[in-house]
């Protein structure tokens, strides 16, 4: 009995900074259609996201921007349709290199068609970065629950482990 209450507290302490809040994120589809980003930079002093870098990040590794920003989801597919094409690219290059009719049309469309997604998924990971960040600075509430250990004085020099929930709102 007490080993599956001591399991059930150790899986509460992974799990816990796993979940990092879910319900709390602010996700980029919440805010697309509210925020403009005209006037980017006279808003934001210290931004949460770095354009730049998730940018810089998704040009050099394809979809590594979207993780950085917290759209994985978006980076899946973004990673997806990556292979597709370069996939289509390669196997343009094989019908080439074995003198099939149709190889080098099936490889430059493979060509650019991940030119033109690289192009636009940095677009596309620099606006969410973008919008996220002014999303954050006009929501400055947060809240976070994560699991907490601390020590109860029983009085005459008596201290107890407890555990429990943390609860910390951020105005």
């Known amino acids: 009995m007490i080993i599956h209450k001591i399991t059930l507290a150790f899986l ?17 589809k919440d805010f697309k259609s509210d925020i403009s980003t005209k006037h980017y930079k006279q808003t934001i ?12 990040c998704n040009s ?25 094409t370069s996939s289509t690219f390669i196997y343009g290059l094989i019908m080439t290199m074995s003198t099939e009719q149709g190889g080098r049309a099936l490889m430059f469309s493979g060509v650019a068609a991940t030119g033109l997604l690289i192009i636009w998924s940095v677009f596309d990971v620099v606006k969410i970065a973008k919008v996220k960040n002014l999303a954050y600075h006009d929501t400055n509430v947060s809240l976070s629950v994560g699991p907490d250990l601390f020590r109860i004085n029983q009085g005459g020099g008596r201290n107890i482990a407890a555990y429990g929930l943390r609860f910390v709102i951020n105005f």
């Open 60 to 84: 050099i590794l394809l979809s590594s921007g979207y993780f950085y920003v917290g759209e994985p989801i978006r980076g899946a597919f973004v990673l997806g349709s990556g292979l597709v």
């Open 12 to 28: 509460i302490l992974l799990l816990f900074p796993c979940l990092d809040t879910y319900g709390q994120k602010i996700r980029y």
């Open 45 to 56: 002093e210290s931004p949460k996201y770095s354009p730049v870098i998730a940018g810089v």
